[in-house]
């Protein structure tokens, strides 16, 4: 079979190649350069590997005036595994390799294929192993094992061989590139369209952004408003109410004397007067009168102030900082939130326990500093009862929720310290590092929007060149710190 194969590839046309009568064949270089350029044109860049001289010498000569596709071939040459490791790397743009197997050592040539292909990661390039001892590297086992392309011995090439071997790896070769051409350019689409994906769900988060915080300034000032217009109203009547409890009170006490001097000048004013003063429990409510105008009163100063409060904190902004007294603001605002504070059947009233600073009304921005203010004394109090969470009545009773403000004057620096801190939940270095962020929240939807941290230190920061920062450790609880300077 063999010695018939070998019969017809002796033929004149399709000479066996290696055979050796073909010794000592010379031809001349082709004039090649190193950029894969055959006389200035573009080429197929090829290598052979083998440690047969001879083998180049009759390669070159078989592949001689080869073309495919208008481009001719460019021969690299290694005489041994080792050499070709030397060039391939310089050679990423090598379109095949025709590789001999035994070499310095047996497998010389397959450890290659695999150091082309898994160190250089090279699976571009069509390797063609072409072995004289097929005893050494079974065609079946090496073509499972190794990534290589085809298997030929040497005794099957002739020189038609080696040109349709050619011309298949180039073939194979410019179907990858084309592939691998297409790949990168889809990878490059891809990746510009994950861009772009990226630019517009930023810009969403932007805009959704800004639609939250234009709300909010909406409800604010809305809020604002109708707050100054309530409270306006209010003190009208208010203010009525107690300018008439005085005269009242005067004409109760006139009534009270005249009923005495009564009773002093008859003593016995009959059986149906007795009857009735009795009934009516007279006596008890000449004594209970001046009490009970005394408590109308202080509810009338009451509302008072709760309505001086009111506008205080819903004052709206004017472009330029006014003075305004901050603790009067302080003031305000804890007694806005007096309902939350207060006692509930869950635990005891929180204890605020006020330490001012001996200083007077700043220049400044009062609605923003009161809203400032609000949110960090909500969030403490979101905070303590957050902490109270599996605390009974009396362990809270024992250790009580208390939110300590205190206030001073740094005339040295020329600000002012604003320091609002609470026993509560505290919070974990992870949820510290994003309390500022818009949008960040960690209590539950509806509850919390995230807005409350990131406009407070926008007003602080921004509107008052002031900075506001936070200390806390989780289960201990927070400290809010604000400093703003005063001129
Ligand atoms: N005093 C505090 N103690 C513990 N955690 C706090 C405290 N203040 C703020 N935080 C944490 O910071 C987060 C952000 O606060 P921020 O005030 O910005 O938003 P919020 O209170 O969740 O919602 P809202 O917009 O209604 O104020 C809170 O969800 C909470 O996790
Ligand atoms: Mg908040």
Not at 248 to 263: F, P, R, W
Not at 359 to 370: A, H, R
């Amino acid at each position: 079979m063999i010695n018939e194969n070998l019969k017809e590839q002796n033929n004149e046309d399709d000479e066996l190649i290696f055979a050796p009568e073909d010794d000592e064949l010379v031809f001349a270089e082709e004039d090649e350069d190193d950029e894969g350029e055959v006389n200035g044109a573009e080429a197929w860049k090829i290598m052979l590997v083998d440690d047969d001289e001879q083998v180049h010498q009759v390669t070159k000569l078989a592949l001689r005036g080869f073309s495919f596709e208008g481009k001719a071939l460019k021969f690299f040459c290694a005489f041994s595994a080792r050499e070709a490791r030397q060039l391939i790397p310089q050679h990423p743009d090598l379109a095949f390799i025709f590789l001999d197997v035994v070499m310095e050592s047996n497998d010389a040539g397959l450890k290659l294929v695999k150091y082309i292909r898994e160190e250089l990661n090279n699976r571009l390039v069509r390797i063609v192993l072409r072995t004289g001892q097929p005893g050494e590297a079974p065609e079946t086992s090496v073509i499972i094992d190794y990534d290589i392309n085809d298997y030929k011995t040497k005794t099957e090439l002739t020189q038609h061989k080696l040109v349709t071997t050619t011309i298949a790896a180039l073939r194979s070769y410019r179907d990858i590139m084309e592939i691998e051409k297409n790949r990168k350019t889809l990878a490059v689409m891809n990746n510009s369209l994950k861009e772009q994906a990226s630019d517009l769900s930023q810009a969403l988060r932007e805009l959704q952004k800004t639609q939250l915080q234009l709300i909010q300034k909406e409800k604010m000032a809305f809020l604002g408003q109708l707050i100054t217009g309530v409270a306006h109203e209010i003190n009208n009547p208010v203010g009525y109410i107690f300018g008439n409890l005085a005269h009242a009170e005067q004409d109760v006490g006139n009534l009270i004397k005249l009923l005495e001097i009564y009773q002093e000048t008859f003593p016995n004013p009959g059986e149906d007067i007795r009857e009735k003063l009795e009934s009516l429990e007279i006596d008890y409510v000449v004594e209970d009168l001046p009490d009970l105008i005394d408590s109308m009163k202080e509810g009338t100063v009451r509302i008072a102030e709760i309505s001086k409060s009111l506008r205080n904190f819903a004052r709206a902004d004017s472009t330029e900082a006014v003075l305004f007294d901050i603790h009067e603001g302080m003031d305000s605002t804890l007694k806005i939130l007096k309902y939350r504070l207060k006692a509930n059947s869950e635990r005891p009233e929180i204890e605020v326990i006020k330490n001012y600073g001996n200083f007077p009304p700043i220049k400044c921005y009062p609605g923003q500093l009161t809203q400032v203010f609000m949110n960090l004394i909500a969030n403490a109090i979101d905070a303590l009862e957050e902490g109270n969470q599996g605390r009974s009545y009396e362990e809270i009773k024992s250790n009580p929720n208390r939110i300590a403000i205190a206030t001073e004057l740094n005339e040295k620096e020329n600000t002012i310290l604003i320091r609002i801190k609470d026993n509560g939940i505290g919070m974990s270095r992870e949820v510290k590092e994003k309390i500022f962020e818009h949008l960040f929240t960690t209590k539950p939807a509806g509850k919390g929007t995230g807005l409350g941290l990131s406009i407070s230190r926008q007003f602080v920061e921004e509107k008052h060149g002031g900075s506001l920062s936070c200390i806390s450790e989780l289960g201990e609880g927070t400290e809010f710190r604000i400093e703003i300077p005063v001129s």
